[in-house]
């Protein structure tokens, strides 16, 4: 079984930065596409970036793309997400996904995180 747990989000102003982790325990992930999407309370789940195992290929969301940044460790088991110039419609619950069942933007994944929520205060 595979655990994945977010962490880094919190409360930034337009503009700032934060950046996101994600740590997966049990099976190993190394060789796995994993991604991240968004949402907020009764709006469907949004692509925002994705990576392939061996972190040569990412894939990123046109809201994001240019401002946000995805890269992985599989030494550490662990992905990120940078994120700059942040912007008041980013506010999101941000969820970390592992291994896509039907490709790297529907949000159709095996392994999801909790979820950490992100603010961006204008």
């Known amino acids: 079984q595979v655990q994945l747990v977010e962490s880094g989000g919190g409360l930034v102003q337009a503009g700032g930065s934060l950046r996101l982790s994600c740590e997966g325990s049990g099976r190993t992930l190394s060789s796995a596409v994993m991604g991240w999407f968004r949402q907020v309370p009764g709006k469907a789940r949004e692509f925002v970036a994705a990576?392939?195992?061996?972190?040569?290929?990412?894939w990123y969301g046109d809201c994001v793309r240019g401002r946000f940044t995805i890269y992985r460790d599989n030494a550490k088991n662990t992905m990120y997400l940078q994120m700059n110039s942040l912007e008041p419609q980013d506010t999101d619950v941000y969820y970390c996904a592992g291994r896509p069942r039907r490709g790297v933007v529907v949000d159709d994944y095996e392994y999801w995180g909790q979820g950490t929520q992100v603010t961006v205060s204008s």
């Open positions: 990576i392939s195992g061996s972190g040569g290929f990412t």
